[in-house]
């Protein structure tokens, strides 16, 4: 139960000085026209800075995003950045996408960094996020912020930190920056005062050297000139990628790129969508319906901030058929690893990385090419972290993860919605070259290396309530495992949270080397597998369903789908989430 006198006491304190005099005012107008349940979610409690930073609904308040509390986040930030890098001078690359007060919010963070002697490298308008990563390693900065909210609803924004490698902090940092931000007890501690001579904007020259990375990413670029006429279609859905996108595909030597025009102008309230998220069917609406009348091959959509790509492909049976994560992931992984077979680029240390729920037919494609294949945990920030620990001794080729985030090239350290939309309009112009479409190449992919299919099955639930039950559900796997999925036995169960994997025909246990993550997995002799695991940015609960047999002809493929499609059905109601 909320504390009311808490709350009450700090609505009282922020009617007051040193809150400015607009802060002031926004809380008057919140007493007058909101309900005593909204003020209350305001204040009664701070809003946390995690692991990645901040993320929460926009407003005045202690658990909303506003001036005093980014500005408790950057000082916290700036804390720690002075106790790290003390003997040396620190810069900071900063960046927004789309979202309402973007701008304004960046100018506080900005202000607060440059108070504090810290050089800001300050992006003039938005940008996507993966070349906020990628302005951070060029510029050899220590520190970053991006601010976004991802692909949450209007109301939000968000702050996300960033490391000297240009990947999201991960630990030791992450959680000794959050003690530095609590260790702020109140705004008379955060310098707001900016020094304008340590901000310095930034824009064309990071714009061309990031394309120029992402050039060179490509596998085929000959076969992009051949198919320079080839039909897509791109929204950016009204985000940072709106620029960097079609410039990268038209670099490229693609000529015939569309863009859904209604959703080029980057707006905050996102008018022409439900929910700005290209793993919604919904978002790809207008695009598909332009695809349709042009007759386009391809259909690509990125989030707000540019970092993940949704994209529908041209059915073979005709229509428009949308690809989920993993099945994208199973085309553009198979397309980067078979192409640097075929020309030779293979030296034996290359690798690829994909988390712990991710399709497993990507670990059986780099086995049977005789590639590495790493997992990490969930969050591209681990993969953008294992690429940092191997770049002396590695070569990455390619990472991803089923939520719609790959990353080709090691020029940043985070998911890259510019290269992955380059490289999959390039790898569709590959299998059109060959008579293909990107339908029959998934085909071929299931034919060689067996039909796996995927399925994410999510609940929300909010308040104490709901973290307590799903608290609950997590300790009712974990204690009382199942014996079999789908009549099939269980022969491992991983528990990433007591980390250890234990062969549950033998009863062997051995240890996971992973850090600590309350995740569940189990798996039968086939490979079928369950994972169960709470979001750590959402208040819900996931489960991820994963399955396969072998496709043995192209005849057969409608057939196996359905069969596969049952098995989950039967799996999701066997363990009680559907």
């Known amino acids: 139960m909320k504390d009311q006198k808490n709350i009450d006491q700090k609505v009282k304190e922020w009617l007051s000085e040193p809150y400015d005099t607009e802060t002031r005012e926004e809380v008057k107008r919140m007493i007058k026209k909101a309900s005593a349940d909204e003020i209350a979610d305001a204040f009664y409690k701070d809003l946390e800075f995690g692991t990645g930073g901040l ?50 919010f960046a100018n506080i963070v900005a202000n607060v960094f440059s108070a504090n002697g810290i050089k800001v490298y300050f992006f003039e308008d938005l940008r996507p996020t993966p070349e906020l990563s990628f302005a951070i390693r060029h510029l050899n900065c220590q520190s ?73 990413a490509s596998v085929y670029p000959e076969v992009c000139k051949k198919q320079s006429n080839l039909r897509m279609v791109f ?18 030597g693609f000529k015939a790129l569309h863009l859904v025009e209604e959703q080029c102008t980057p707006d905050g309230d996102f008018p022409t969508v439900i929910y700005p998220n290209p793993e919604e069917e919904e978002a790809l609406t207008m695009a598909i319906e332009k695809a349709e009348d042009i007759d386009a091959e391809l259909v690509m959509a990125s989030d707000p901030d540019g970092d993940r790509v949704g994209i529908a492909i041209k ?112 790898m569709t112009a590959w299998y059109k070259e060959q008579g293909k479409s990107l339908e029959d190449g998934l085909i071929d992919i299931y034919l060689k290396y067996g039909f796996f299919k995927e399925r994410l099955i999510s609940f929300t639930k909010k308040g104490p309530q709901g973290a307590k039950k799903i608290s609950e559900m997590m300790e009712n796997f974990r204690s009382k495992p199942p014996k079999s999925i789908d009549g099939e036995a269980l022969v491992l169960m991983k528990d990433f949270l007591n980390g250890f994997e234990k062969n549950l025909t033998t009863g062997l246990e051995t240890q996971l080397d992973f850090p600590k993550s309350n995740v569940l997995q189990f798996i039968t002799a086939s490979g079928c597998m ?49």
Request: aromatic share 8%; charged share 25%.
């Open 55 to 104: 993320r929460g609904i926009m407003g005045p308040g202690t658990n909303r995003i506003n001036k005093y509390t980014l500005g408790k986040a950057t000082q916290g930030l700036s804390n720690y950045l002075k106790k790290s890098f003390a003997s040396t001078g620190i810069s900071i690359a900063l960046a927004h996408d789309n979202r309402n007060n973007a701008r304004e």
């Open 315 to 426: 059915a073979n049976k005709g229509g428009y058929k949308l690809l989920n994560g993993n099945q994208t992931a199973a085309l553009l992984f198979h397309y980067v690893m078979n192409g640097w077979k075929e020309k030779n680029l293979l030296s034996g240390n290359e690798y690829i990385v994909k988390t712990i729920v991710t399709s497993q037919i990507l670990d059986k494609m780099a086995d049977q090419m005789n590639i590495k294949c790493y997992n990490t945990l969930t969050g591209f920030k681990f993969i953008g972290n294992l690429m940092t620990a191997l770049e002396a001794n590695e070569k990455f080729m390619v990472g991803g993860e089923e939520s719609y985030g790959y990353l080709i090239g090691d020029h940043v350290r985070d998911k890259d919605a510019v290269v992955s939309c380059a490289l999959i309009a390039e």
């Open 530 to 578: 369950v994972s169960a695991r709470p979001s750590g940015t959402e208040p819900k609960i996931k489960f991820y369903i994963s399955v396969n047999t072998p496709l043995n002809a192209v005849s057969d493929y409608e057939q196996t789908d359905s069969i596969l499609e049952a098995k989950m059905d039967r799996i999701a109601k066997e363990m009680g989430v559907l």
């Open 144 to 216: 970053g912020v991006m601010l976004t909210a991802s692909h949450n609803p209007r109301e939000y924004s968000g702050y996300k930190a960033y490391w000297s490698d240009g990947g999201q902090v991960v630990s030791p940092h992450d959680k000794n920056i959050i003690e530095e931000v609590n260790a702020i007890k109140n705004i008379g501690e955060i310098n707001f005062t900016g020094r304008q001579e340590l901000i310095e904007f930034i824009g064309e020259e990071i714009d061309r050297a990031f394309l120029q990375k992402v050039s060179e």
């Open 235 to 252: 929204s950016p859905i009204h985000g940072a990628a709106v620029d960097m996108v079609p410039k990268a595909i038209r670099n490229a």
